[in-house]
Each structure stands twice: as C-alpha cells, then as structure tokens.
C-alpha cells in the first residue's frame, strides 16, 4: 500500500509503512464518528460492488466486512463455500472469474491456503482484501487491534504486547507482529516451543515459552485461539497443561499490571486460553475489537475503492 | 553407404577434449580423427555438419523423469517426453514409475520401454518400483520387472518407509545388479509441508518439511545398505547434510551414488515468497548455504550425477493457490544449459556428470561412452557459450522455473544411434532426420 488513494489491495502488513498504518487508523476514527451517528451511514461507495469470498468458514470477519461495506453504501454479494460450485469441483480460479465477471470490483478473500489472496488478485482485474489466507496474513484483524490498542493507550510507542497461543499456525499473530512492531509497540510471542514459528530470528520480537516470567511487565495481552477441534493431543500434553501454563487464568489475570489489557480476535474458548471470568472483565477489550473491525473495514474499503 | 560427418568440434574422447572430426555411419562412431584421413573415403554422399566451435559428447542420461504414460497423459507422454528429452540433449531417460498403472511388473515396463522405441527420439528406460502400487506394504515383481530391463528400482514420489521390507528388496536385488534408489522424506517430519521449513516457510505460515526429513531417511538407508551390500541411489539430493551421511558412508565401503537437480542447484526457498506454485516441489528448494554445498558435492564428486526430476503438470493444475498445487517443475530441455550456467564446470566433467556416470548407475552400456571408433552414435553437440532465454518448451507442459531465465550454453543437435533427433534452428519441425536443417 502506498501513498493514499493509490492502492490496489490490501493483502498482508509486513510492506506497510507507519504512514500507512496511521492513516487507515486516522480514517477508521472518522468512521467511527459516521457510525456513532444516528443514520450510521454514508454514500461514499455508491454503486461499488464488493463481494465476500469466504472459502473457509467465518461468521464474525464476513459479517463485519458485509456492514463495513453497506455503511459505505456498497452492495454486497458474499459466498461462502458450502453450497457452492465449489462442491462441484470448480477451482478457486474459475470461482473467482465467475465473480468478477458478475461486475465485482473488489473481493474480500479468506481461504485455507496459504497466497490465495494474491493467485486472486493476479487472475482477476478485482482489487482484493485479504481476508485470511492460511497461517499467513489476517490484516484487517491486526488493523483493529492497532485501533482497539491506540484507542486504549492513545499511542503504541514502546506499548508492550504478549500474544500468546499458537503462534505457529496464526495468520492473526503475523499480522500483528509486523502491524504492531512498525507502529512502535514491543512484542512478545508466548508459546511452548510446538506453537512457535521455526526459524523467526528475523522477526521483530521476542519469544519465550513462560508467560509467567512476562505476565507481570505487559501492557496488553492478546490470547489466541486455540484449535480445541485438533484436539491439541500432537502439539501440547493435554488441555488442561496449556491452560496452566498459558490460560489467562483468574490468579493470572491477577497478576497482570492493573492497566494491563486483554484482547482476543474470537470466537473465544471460555475456560480454555481465557477464564469466563476475565473474559467479561471490562479490562478485556473483545468486543471493542468487534466494533472497531467495522470502522477499521470501512476505512480500507474506502481507501481502495473511494475517489474512483 | 551415407554417414554423417561432423567436422571441426571439440570432441570428448577418451583422451580429452581433440578437435577434430567424427563420422558416423550405421548408428555407430565409425571413425574419430582429422578430415584429412577420411578422405580416403568418399565424402559425396555424406552428411557433413560443421561443428567449429561446439562440443561433441555422448548424450546425455536422465536418471530421472516422469513422463506420466500410462494414465496421466494431459501432462505428458512418451512422445512428448521424448521430444523434450531429445532437445535437451538426452539420448536416454530413466521413466520413473508413478504412472498410473505405477510400474510395478514387467509388462508395464516392457510398455513404457516399447512406446519408447516407437517413437525413437531416446532410449526410455523404465525405472520398477519397490513395492507394489507403491503402496509400501510388499515387494512389487522384482524378477519380472528385472528382465524386463529394469535395474533401477524406487517408489519414487513417496519413502519406502518399513525398514524390513527395504532391507528385504535390497536382499534380493543386491545379488541381481539392480540399484535401489530413494525419495529420502520421512513421512512424519514431513507431514503437512508444502516447503522448506526455514525463514521463509515461517513468514508465510507454511507447513514446512526440514532438511532432518531427508537425512534421517538417507542415515537409515546407508545402515541397511551396509548390511545388506546393496547398490543404493539417493534421488534428488536437496541438503548439505544429506552430502556429509554419502561422505562418510562411502569411506565405510557402502555402495552409493547419488544425484541433484538442476532446480536444487539454482533456486532457494526464496523462491516460495512470490507463492507462485511452480516453486513447488519435493524436496522442496533449500537454502542458499544448501546450494553451495550442493555445488561443491557436484563438483567435487560426492554427487555422481545430475538428473532432472522432469515432472510436468498441466498449467491448470499448477494455476491453484501454492499449497494446493501439485508437486513439480519440468526439466528435461533446460538441464544441460542450467548446469553449465550455475556450476560453470569445464566440459569434461559436466558430461561425466551428465552422461558417463549417469548411464554407469543404469547400467546403460550404450550411452555415455567417450568419443571412439565403435561406440552406438548417442551423440549431442552442445554451444558452450550461446547465451538464451528458455520461452517455449516441447514438453506437454511448461512448469519451468528457468522460463525467462538467461542461460549460457545450449544443447544445438542430439543423435541417438546415428539418427539426428534435435536440431535447435529447426524445432517447428517435428522429429528430425539426418539430412534435415542445419546442414549443408
């Protein structure tokens, strides 16, 4: 993404600058003003089509991608995988010219595979959005997190952030480590060794595998999902070992810092990498996150499609 | 009478690199010397094709290709193959046998062998597999599948990974001359790769196969080799370890060669970052140090042989995002010119590791014969120096990594048994015989 107004698509958060980042953090402010309004509404993408391809399962990133869209005034068209040609064995890139060839002018993507995204954006004249492609990139999700963050503490310089959870298979921890370190925040991955990433000496984070040994000097915390549906039985002992190492317990949530947030993209597992309790704390930030995911969606939406 | 004269190259003989004259009269070298001492002989009826400048050296041996017939003829076939083999260079092939049916018996060997000669642009080696369907569970038909002509033996695409039935094929096939050779990737370090677990793998949250997945097979193999005496083959070799288990088996006596691609040796996991599938294979690109040691072990002799690990896919199939893409690059008519780029190796030893050792290990006596009097005409005449960019491929499929790349050296005309098979000024025409372009 380069200087405003010029961009194609929004796939990953590794090349953005600071500049980058601040501006869409700068626009998803206003939007959160029209949004607060009581028509929460404006006409900026009249007569733009965005369409929603989720060839993975989602409810929370279609639906907030489908509001962002209509409060711009965009109609909307999304498909979601089950009950699609898919299941008739069309590929990816045949489903994709079908769309476009519909009038779509932009695709909001998420796929298992890992650069789906970009095989769109290459085979189709569409601008795309990223919407999750494997364990890559997820950077509308690390954009509202930079929002909820900035929001809470008003700036991310020298902000100190654990993510903690299976780092190594996260497109939500990539994003975040280069969106959150390149607005100045100081980021820590906390995992045991089999949910850390191989081979990220050049990432611009710390690791460690004890979150106890961090709990108490973090300003926020952002817990990620575990995949409770792989069972975890080849990456971690048992569930109950992750919770007592990595949960975000009652007793831990206790010895965090009292301005210490806590942050989660959803959907959460209750009891499991976050405690009931904590979860409906008001130092945890959830379903700001949620809120900002529509501000932060319009922005983008707007800097790809608007003035055109 | 007849004959084809090619006068003025660098002929590889015995004795080195001569400049000098070759004639080629009933599929043989019928002489190798100055002009002046044919003349003796008629030159009226014969071909003479002036090769000043080029190199003359046995054809090349491709241990390793899959030309995809039977079954999956969409991506290739023996015609097809044969023809990108020929222009290649290549006077024989080694067909891998993931074909469907996998070539599991003799008859379908005693197929892929007979289609070859067919169409008669190469020798089509048939390789066997190890057990049978390639299913790893029990050993295919060794005998059958050995006197059909087959000494090569692999399940190649996946690891025999029972000890015991590895051992016991290489039992049996030890006292028989046939070579068990290996796709060394252990199933479980492997599992879910897409790619090179490193740097890059990590940044784009990739499954990842680490380098151990090849040497833990390799390590395990030796050990059965040396207990089992057997003439063992590492295919496509990716990593430098893998270099130092061959080393140090070889000084124990064990019986192994080994060969790379040309891909390992030029392209890193760096690669992978554009996610454009035709970056994809197994074993996967490696790191830039694993191409130096590749190289070094290239040159140095710790790697015996190049081979291309030609797999072509249609582009359809390619044209999916990376990790669904099916595995493989094409190979067979970029071999010699990217070797002879990356390497920069003097012609001696780029066709020892092209065609003499390679048609060692498949027991090809035929082919990678230095330049005398007697030898079957498997003859390629290469431009050690023209510089090209690979656009356009024979091949059904154009899954190249060297598309668009520039390229020193080029392969300008392929005879197999005397009979001209590929002509570079001439490919719109298909098949070529002597007397076609290029001569005068």
Redesign the interface.
């Known amino acids: 993404m380069g200087a405003g107004g010029t961009e194609l698509n929004f796939l990953t958060t590794e090349d953005l600058t600071r500049n980058d980042l601040e501006e869409i953090l700068d626009l998803a402010d206003e939007f959160t003003r029209v949004l607060s309004r009581p028509i929460p509404k404006v006409p900026a993408l009249q007569g733009k089509l965005v369409a929603n391809l989720f060839f993975e399962s989602s409810t929370r990133t279609r639906l907030s991608f489908e509001r962002a869209a209509r409060a711009l005034s965009a109609d909307v068209m999304s498909f979601s995988a089950s009950g699609s040609s898919l299941s008739k064995g069309e590929s990816l890139k045949d489903t994709a010219l079908t769309i476009e060839a519909m009038g779509a002018d932009l695709m909001v993507v998420r796929h298992r595979a890992t650069g789906a995204p970009w095989r769109i954006a290459g085979w189709t004249g569409c601008q795309v959005i990223n919407a999750g492609d494997g364990a890559h990139q997820h950077p509308t999700q690390a954009m509202l997190d930079a929002l909820t963050l900035r929001r809470r503490f008003g700036d991310l310089d020298g902000l100190r952030v654990a993510i903690v959870g299976d780092i190594r298979h996260s497109r939500v921890a990539r994003s975040n480590v280069f969106a959150l370190t390149t607005l100045g925040a100081r980021v820590v991955l906390v995992a045991p060794r089999t949910l850390q990433p191989v081979n990220c000496e050049g990432w611009p984070v710390e690791t460690t595998d004890d979150f106890d040994a961090v709990v108490g000097s973090v300003d926020a915390t952002y817990l990620l999902r575990i995949q409770t549906e792989r069972g975890g039985a080849s990456v971690f002992p048992s569930l109950p070992e992750y919770v007592s190492r990595y949960g975000m317990t009652r007793d831990r949530f206790a010895r965090l810092p009292d301005d210490t947030v806590v942050l989660h993209p959803g959907p959460m597992n209750r009891g499991v990498e976050i405690d009931d309790v904590v979860a409906g704390h008001p130092r945890a930030l959830i379903l700001d996150q949620v809120t900002n995911g529509v501000a932060v969606r319009m922005a983008i939406l707007f800097r790809l499609l608007g003035g055109k | 009478m007849g004959g084809i004269l090619l006068t003025g190259g660098g002929v590889l003989t015995p004795a080195g690199e001569v400049r000098t004259d070759v004639l080629i009269e009933g599929g043989r070298v019928t002489a190798v010397g100055p002009r002046p001492e044919m003349t003796e002989r008629t030159l009226a009826d014969r071909t003479v094709i002036d090769v000043s400048g080029l190199v003359v050296g046995p054809g090349f041996v491709d241990l390793h290709a899959h030309l995809r017939e039977p079954g999956q003829e969409w991506k290739e076939d023996i015609t097809s193959g044969s023809r990108a083999a020929a222009a290649g260079g290549f006077t024989a092939v080694v067909a891998m046998p993931n074909t469907d049916p996998p070539t599991d018996a003799g008859h379908l060997a005693r197929y892929v062998s007979d289609r070859g000669r067919q169409v008669g642009l190469v020798d089509v080696i048939p390789a066997g597999c190890i057990t049978m369907g390639m299913e790893g569970l029990r050993l295919s038909h060794l005998d059958d599948l050995f006197a059909a002509g087959v000494r090569l033996f692999t399940d190649d695409g996946v690891t025999v990974a029972d000890s015991g039935l590895l051992r016991r094929a290489m039992e049996y096939l030890q006292s028989r001359g046939g070579v068990i050779a290996q796709h060394a990737e252990d199933p479980g370090l492997g599992r879910g790769g897409h790619m090179h677990?490193?740097?890059v793998?990590?940044?784009?949250?990739?499954g990842?196969i680490?380098t151990q997945a090849e040497t833990v097979i390799v390590a395990r193999d030796l050990a059965v080799a040396e207990l089992t005496g057997a003439a063992y083959h590492v295919q496509h070799v990716s990593c430098a370890g893998t270099l130092d288990l061959i080393e140090s088996a070889r000084r124990r006596g064990v019986n192994v060669t080994a060969e790379v691609t040309p891909h390992h040796l030029w392209f890193s996991d760096q690669q992978v970052l554009s996610?454009d599938p035709v970056a994809k294979m197994y074993p996967p690109l490696r790191t830039p140090a694993d191409i130096e040691a590749l190289l070094d072990g290239l040159r140095d002799g710790v790697i015996d042989a190049v081979a291309t690990d030609h797999a072509p896919h249609a582009a359809?199939e390619k044209?999916?995002?990376?990790?669904?893409a099916p595995k493989g690059v094409t190979g067979l008519e970029t071999a010699f010119s990217a070797v002879r780029t990356v390497l920069d190796p003097n012609p001696r030893l780029l066709f020892e590791r092209m065609s003499v050792t390679p048609a060692t290990i498949a027991s090809l006596e035929g082919h990678g014969n230095w330049i005398e009097p007697g030898i079957p005409a498997n003859l390629v005449v290469v431009d050690w120096h023209e510089q090209w960019t690979p656009e356009t491929f024979l091949s059904k499929s154009a899954n190249s990594l060297f598309a668009g790349v520039p390229l020193v050296g080029r392969v300008r005309f392929t005879f197999r048994e005397g009979r001209l098979t590929h002509d570079s000024a001439r490919l719109d025409v298909p098949a070529p015989s002597p007397g076609a372009g290029g001569l005068r």
């Open positions: 677990e490193g740097r793998s990590s940044l784009l949250g990739m990842g680490p996610m359809h044209d999916v995002p990376f990790e669904e």
